[in-house]
């Protein structure tokens, strides 16, 4: 049976990380299978963190000048790298509540809630 993907939309900083995580803990405890996964940057080890990293402060990664077209392929592709990766795989046996605010997620099927 394939899982279902939950996706939290809206612009930074108004929630969608809490909001989502909440709601990851009240299905898991509720007994339903749930992965949460929010990017860029909140994975260890990922070109998620990476990205985050140098969007924030690239200065302390060596970099001195990075063009916002540049920024953006790399969002690309640590989106890319997640969803190959990690919500892909996990869209068969789960429920995976999945946080994001791009519009990457045109790509794939699932359940929107604004923020």
């Not at 993907?5 to 405890?29: M, Q, T, Y």
């Not at 996964?37 to 200065?59: N, Q, S, W």
């Not at 994001?100 to 923020?115: D, E, G, S």
Request: proline share 6%; hydrophobic share 40%; aromatic share 6%.
């Amino acid at each position: 049976m394939p899982g279902r993907l939950i996706v939290f939309e809206g612009p930074d900083g108004v929630g969608k990380s809490s909001l989502s995580r909440a709601v990851a803990v009240r299905l898991n405890a509720q007994g339903e299978p749930c992965l949460w996964r929010c990017f860029p940057g909140h994975m260890a080890g990922t070109i998620g963190e990476l990205v985050y990293r140098l969007h924030h402060d690239a200065k302390s990664l060596g970099v001195s000048k990075l063009s916002s077209a540049s920024l953006q392929i790399l969002h690309i592709a640590a989106h890319v790298d997640l969803i190959q990766d990690e919500i892909l795989p996990a869209l068969s046996p789960e429920l995976l509540t999945y946080c994001q605010h791009n519009r990457l997620n045109k790509a794939f099927p699932a359940q929107r809630v604004r923020c």
